[in-house]
């Protein structure tokens, strides 16, 4: 996340507004949940292994994934079987690669 912002006390009203609008606006981007995530690439599922384990890092249970790119997805789909603190299992109908944003 984004270090702690301080405020510097300059006398100037306009420096001190300037700095409270910046501090809001970064609040919404910390408390956006979509965009504590991580990216994660090159996804592969080849052959008879069409379920992947993927170590996502965020130390903690995802909220949701996205794919973000795909290579020979036509007409493929991919499901979620499980995740954790760790890990999101993942399981195609064909073979791809994907990379996901997991948030």
């Known amino acids: 996340m984004i270090k702690q912002m301080n405020t510097q006390h300059t006398g100037d009203q306009d420096v001190e507004l300037f700095q409270a609008n910046v ?3 970064v609040k919404a981007l910390e408390d956006n949940p979509l965009l504590d995530g991580v ?3 090159d996804v592969e599922f ?3 292994a069409l379920t992947v384990v993927v170590n ?3 130390a903690r249970k995802p909220r949701g994934w996205i794919i973000t790119d795909f290579q020979a997805l036509a007409g493929t789909g991919v499901v ?3 995740w954790n ?3 999101l299992t993942l ?3 064909a073979a791809c690669d994907l990379d996901l944003w997991v948030f």
């Open 91 to 93: 399981t195609a109908s």
């Open 23 to 25: 501090k809001d606006f």
């Open 46 to 48: 080849v052959g008879a």
């Open 80 to 82: 979620r079987d499980d």
């Open 85 to 87: 603190a760790q890990t």
């Open 56 to 58: 996502h890092k965020l």
């Open 39 to 41: 990216l994660i690439e």
